[in-house]
């Protein structure tokens, strides 16, 4: 069968005008065929498709009229098109964004930029070929059709992705990445923006946190004590040690709280102060290696450990000898620390005694001033470990005996290194809603680092565990609030009815919460400031090791756990946090913050009047010069000086000069200038080597005027005037010259002892 004419096209290889897809050779013959036609791939029509073509003379009017008047559309579109690129390239308005951030996309097209895209869904050409096929199986053939046709051809949607299309080879101006190694930072020009910092790592990791704030005392007065929980790291053996001390510490120290705690509850419940704490234990009693402590042995020593640590906060411990002994031996140690779980985590009996009370007391004030971290270490000496490079809680587990975590170290000591590990004291006595712990997730975006320009954002929102807090449990699912672990448990039955299933909260219903409670006023006069403070100082400190550049910006997300006196804690920072909407509190407050995102970098940054949704500027830092980098490896550069010219020798046996010493040279006055008496050329000073050079003066000792005769040093002729040296009986005199010149000196010195001139004074 032979094709008709509406199935006429170029076939692969057939020289001739190529047919756009789903036209047909009318449209050629037409001459309204224009460029971009002659990209598009060819396609052949089917048999049977022209075969109804030919009988259904309905079907076929309506083809040919499509055909007919879609050239002139698609070449006005074209030209729409590339005029609207071209403004957009000449605006520096094209941006690429990689990663699930549709708020972003489209507020960037509300301001009129497009995309460059790395991967497109559907091209044009598809596109165009779709719409016709549609059209062809429709089989009304009235006007309304025709016009909704039209309309669909003048979608914005369809338009916008042609374009997006024509800008696939031009520089992307904004950068919208969910990693920091996505693009090459270093290699992006200055009018290139991005929404990250290079070495961001350097406080957004757990290890890097931990360091940088041990360096806060030289960029502020503030202690990180008391807004980070204290944090080693467990691959440094200095460290390591450490964190042992520290364990040690903290456990005399919770041994003298668990005492205090205990007689406050027999206090409140009206018991007998001799009555017994706990029954024995008798089976934790079998199971422990060595034998138990006495009590009142047990406090003595928790007692001289704090003492000491008072003393070395107060620089008492400088005259102590460093030779005396320790207050307990490793072995001794193992026995009080083993005492310690059998008195906290057993069932030791513990006879109340009003004098240890007392001195338990005093001591547990006394260390409430120096120690701002008392109050939340609780009593069960419990430390969360943490992997220094993940994020998620991938890996992070907590434990309270000290052999656990030691054990991990011991196991492997290149793996702990390698994974960068840390250990941080855990917040045993945080603030629960409902009896559920909850961590608080709030934004911050850094848009300089010279100057440092911090915002805050005025929205946060609350994470629940899907279990009822407890300290009888370590497991994941009661102390960490990491959305990515929570969404995978089942809440528990226990657990109060008012947490909501998708475990999370707004700050609003936070505040109500409060409000019900008594402390409203506390989330504005206490949260809120701590919150900004500890962020100040966690970027403070990383400032230095920070790559500035001027258009980058990073927007980060930091982790708050509040004691129950609403004092926050800052757990940990995290860049790129994640902005999906997981539930009906952050699918709203992840979509403000990329808008109000975009609002402080695009329209603040033009206009300072603009405005910038939610976010506060809480921080900005003069500018500071930064001395140009010159390399690590250090140059010194520089040249060889000459020896003066020597003295010539003396002859006689009384008169001797010191070494390498030449005439000295004097200014002479104003008024007093020398003419030659000859115009003979000056000669080269003569050295003899037969001058007796005497010995170095002392240095100790400073130069005192000695008088002396005046000795003439007769010169030659080519020197108009006679030095006049100073004759003294010294061995080691120091002869003063009085010439401007070094000239040559020949023949013997005589003294002259007609010609006396006046002793010169030594400086006062």
């Known amino acids: 069968m032979e094709p008709t004419e509406s199935e006429q096209s170029v076939q692969p290889g057939q020289e001739g005008d190529r047919v756009p897809d789903g036209c047909c050779k009318h449209c050629l013959g037409n001459g309204e065929t224009g460029g971009p036609f002659k990209v598009h791939r060819v396609t052949a029509v089917d048999h049977n498709e022209a075969k109804s073509l030919q009988t259904n003379s309905l079907l076929e009017g309506k083809v040919r009229c499509i055909c007919a008047s879609r050239p002139v559309l698609i070449i006005d ?50 596109q165009l070929h779709s719409s016709c096929s549609r059209a062809t199986t429709n089989n009304h053939g009235d006007r309304h059709n025709d016009d909704s046709n039209d309309e669909k051809e003048d979608d914005p949607d369809e338009l916008y992705e042609l374009m997006c299309h024509m800008v696939r080879n031009e520089m992307v101006y904004f950068y919208w990445t969910n990693r920091q190694d996505a693009i090459d930072i270093n290699s992006l020009q200055k009018t290139q923006v991005t929404n990250h910092f290079a070495k961001a790592g350097s406080f957004t990791t757990k290890v890097g946190l931990c360091m940088n704030l041990r360096n806060l005392h030289w960029f502020d007065s503030a202690d990180p004590d008391t807004f980070f929980p204290r944090c080693y790291r467990l691959g440094v053996q200095d460290e390591k040690n450490a964190f042992v001390e520290d364990f040690r510490r903290t456990a005399c120290t919770n041994l003298l709280k668990c005492i205090v705690e205990k007689d406050q509850c027999i206090q409140d ?59 307990l031996t490793k072995e001794e140690w193992a026995q009080f620390i ?336 020398l003419k030659p008496l000859s115009n003979k050329k000056e000669t080269q000073p003569r050295h003899i080597s037969s001058m007796v050079l005497p010995p170095p003066p002392l240095p100790h000792e400073p130069p005192m005027p000695i008088p002396g005769e005046t000795v003439t040093l007769h010169l030659p002729m080519t020197v108009n005037r006679s030095i006049h040296l100073l004759r003294t009986t010294q061995p080691h005199s120091v002869i003063t010259c009085n010439t401007t010149k070094s000239k040559a000196c020949s023949g013997k010195f005589q003294p002259s002892p007609s010609k006396q001139t006046p002793v010169p004074q030594g400086p006062k």
């Not at 951030?101 to 869904?121: D, K, M, S």
């Open 269 to 327: 419940e009206g018991l007998s102060s001799h009555r017994p704490f706990r029954a024995i234990d008798h089976r934790r009693e079998k199971r422990r290696k060595s034998g138990p402590m006495a009590l009142s042995q047990m406090i003595e020593t928790a007692l001289k450990v704090c003492q000491e640590f008072l003393d070395n906060l107060e620089h008492n411990d400088i005259e102590m000898n460093m030779e005396m002994p320790q207050i």
């Open 338 to 673: 083993d005492s310690y779980y059998a008195v906290v985590h057993g069932g030791t009996e513990i006879e109340n005694n009003d004098l240890f009370v007392n001195c338990c007391k005093d001591m547990l004030q006394r260390l409430r001033e120096v120690k701002p971290q008392l109050d939340i270490d609780g009593v069960h000496n419990i430390w969360i470990i943490k992997p220094g490079a993940k994020s998620r809680g991938r890996g992070i587990k907590c434990t309270k005996y000290l052999h656990e975590i030691l054990k991990l170290v011991d196991v492997n000591p290149t793996l702990i290194k390698e994974n960068k590990w840390v250990v941080q004291k855990y917040l045993e006595r945080p603030l629960l809603v409902h009896g559920t712990k909850f961590d608080v997730r709030q934004w911050f975006l850094v848009t300089n680092w010279n100057p440092l320009t911090i915002w805050f954002y005025k929205k946060c929102y609350l994470r629940f565990s899907t279990q009822p807090y407890s300290l009888d449990t370590l497991d994941s699912s009661v102390h960490l609030c990491n959305n990515s672990i929570q969404k995978h448990l089942r809440p528990s039955q226990q657990r109060h009815q008012g947490i909501p299933t998708d475990n999370m909260w707004s700050d609003d219903q936070f505040r109500t919460f409060l409000s019900s409670e008594g402390q409203e006023a506390q989330w504005q006069s206490v949260v809120v400031p701590g919150m900004k403070r500890a962020i100040i100082h966690a970027v403070q400190t990383a400032q230095d090791l920070m790559e500035s550049r001027k258009n980058s910006f990073e927007l980060y997300g930091a982790d708050f756990m509040l004691g129950r006196d609403l004092h926050p804690w800052l757990i940990e920072i995290n860049a790129s946090p994640t902005m999906a909407p997981s539930s009906h509190v952050t699918s709203k407050l992840c979509a403000a913050v990329q808008e109000d995102t975009l609002r402080v970098i695009l329209d603040w940054r033009v206009d300072h009047a603009a405005s910038t949704g939610d976010f506060q500027l809480i921080y900005r830092q003069a500018a500071i010069q930064v001395p140009q980098f010159v390399g690590l490896n250090l140059l010194v550069e520089g040249f060889k000086i000459k020896s003066p010219c020597l003295l010539p020798p003396l002859r006689s046996s009384d008169i001797t000069a010191p070494k390498n010493c030449g005439l000295a040279k004097e200014k002479k006055p104003a008024g007093k200038k």
């Open 77 to 126: 579109k074209l030209r729409t098109a590339k005029a609207l690129v071209e403004k957009v390239v000449k605006m520096h308005r094209v941006f690429s964004v990689r990663g699930p951030y549709p708020v972003v996309r489209e507020a960037l097209r509300a301001r009129g930029w497009l995309e460059q895209r790395r991967h497109c869904h559907k091209t044009h050409a598809g």
